[in-house]
């Protein structure tokens, strides 16, 4: 086995064009950094999707909380460090840190399920390379973004838009792709709420895949002052699933 | 004057999460990575946006032609040249290629106006920094892709789609992005289409500014075998406007 530091670290540039009219990174860009960065590193480790593939078994991201701090401007280099800090039977949890010249401006903590591309299950991530995965873990680097432990949308959610899903939402597995999701929901906040608001959280939990084709509902709730929370369903044969909800906290600014 | 190269290279890799079900870059995302080229090419050349908004002007998008060979497969490098091969008195003509392992895969030929940002009007590009610009044309370097004369749509063009402009397809200007466009054309031809198709050719002229909030309709025309045209609207107070129009040629596959 080649020897790995445990933690990996990617450098990435915010380019003009992945920028928003405040000149910063778009948080669906920066996610797509941290998923690259996570495809880097565990690629690296013998735990790769092209790896993975071969043996009909992926990643799939179950949960994602990102805290921002501030996000990386336009043409700012910016370092992403990621590691996994715990296994578990069918989940592992792996950390983010996003660094400007050394100075942390954003955490991110996501939980991964390892399922079998056939049945669609979940498998046990230890039946994968001897379990060697175990080795990368650290638990030292702390990580100052946490899941929370639930999203609750109550009765007051209001559906806010219709919109269905197309060849640019899918991904190379061909389902609608996580970061996607991310901007459609900041998508819901019209462009003067982004005008007046700085994003300070953005928890999401995925739970079932959609495809291009798919008419997504999206449903909105303000919980607190300066907090949102967002239910997004797809319809089935018997009604409607959720496909992920969502909680934002922002600042005014 | 710091002497430079005419022609800018600057290489880029396909992210897993910028690749499209085929496991290729998304055509928007290789266009992305050609427009930072050439962001980064002319700001070292004294003529790049963050300098030009300084004295409120900036360069302008307004023809694109691409010419596909093949798309960049997920985690290929691939490298981006780009250089000013004409310089008119209101219009800027610049061309790209794209290489992976010095193999030319794509080439693309786009038409740049420098614009007032505060009257909105095209300025004369001889007049900033001194004209330098004609230092760095090159005649010489060939580029296969050509900006047809005209895409022309007749009656039977029908309505696909409208969608309304949100916060994540505006770009830093405030403007909706060029590449979501892109991306929203491609958008029109539903996942079997591009299950069965690949792109040859995909030109995009821009016609007027849209911004998030717009409602766009988007009208598209088969023209022949194997090509398609679409039109972009936005509503004015008077009626409608076009936003832009784009030819896509594509073949069996």
Redesign the interface.
Same mark, same amino acid.
């Given at each position: 086995m080649e020897t790995k530091l445990k933690i990996g670290s990617y450098s990435f540039a915010a380019?003009?064009?992945?920028?928003?009219?405040k000149?910063r990174l778009?948080l669906?860009h920066l996610c797509?950094a941290l998923?690259?960065a996570a495809?880097y590193h565990s690629s690296e480790r013998g735990y790769g999707?092209?790896y993975l593939n071969t043996m009909h078994k992926t990643w799939v991201l179950s949960r994602l909380a990102i805290k921002v701090k501030r996000l990386p401007k336009?043409?700012e280099q910016f370092v992403v460090n990621t590691w996994i800090d715990d296994v578990m039977r069918m989940f592992t949890s792996r950390n983010f840190t996003v660094d400007v010249n050394e100075d942390e401006i954003v955490s991110c903590k996501t939980v991964w399920a390892m399922i079998d591309t056939t049945t669609r299950r979940p498998v046990n991530i230890a039946e994968v390379n001897n379990g060697l995965i175990v080795n990368y873990i650290d638990k030292e680097k702390p990580c100052s973004a946490s899941i929370p432990d639930r999203i609750s949308l109550g009765i007051d959610a209001s559906m806010q838009r219709q919109l269905q899903m197309?060849?640019?939402d899918? !991904?190379?597995?061909?389902h609608v792709?996580s970061?996607k999701l991310i901007?459609?929901v900041? !998508?819901l906040?019209?462009?003067s709420w982004?005008r007046q608001h700085a994003i300070d959280e953005f928890d999401i939990f995925y739970k079932t895949e959609s495809?291009?084709?798919d008419v997504l509902s999206f449903y909105k709730e303000q919980t607190a002052d300066n907090e949102w929370n967002v239910r997004v369903e797809r319809p089935t044969d018997k009604g409607f699933v959720e496909v992920c909800r969502c909680r934002i906290v922002a600042r005014r600014e």
């Open positions: 380019e003009p064009f992945h920028c928003d009219f000149h778009f669906g797509n998923l690259n495809d999707m092209s336009a043409k197309e060849y640019s899918a !991904d190379v597995n061909g792709n970061v901007d459609h900041l !998508d906040f019209d462009i982004h495809h291009p084709g």
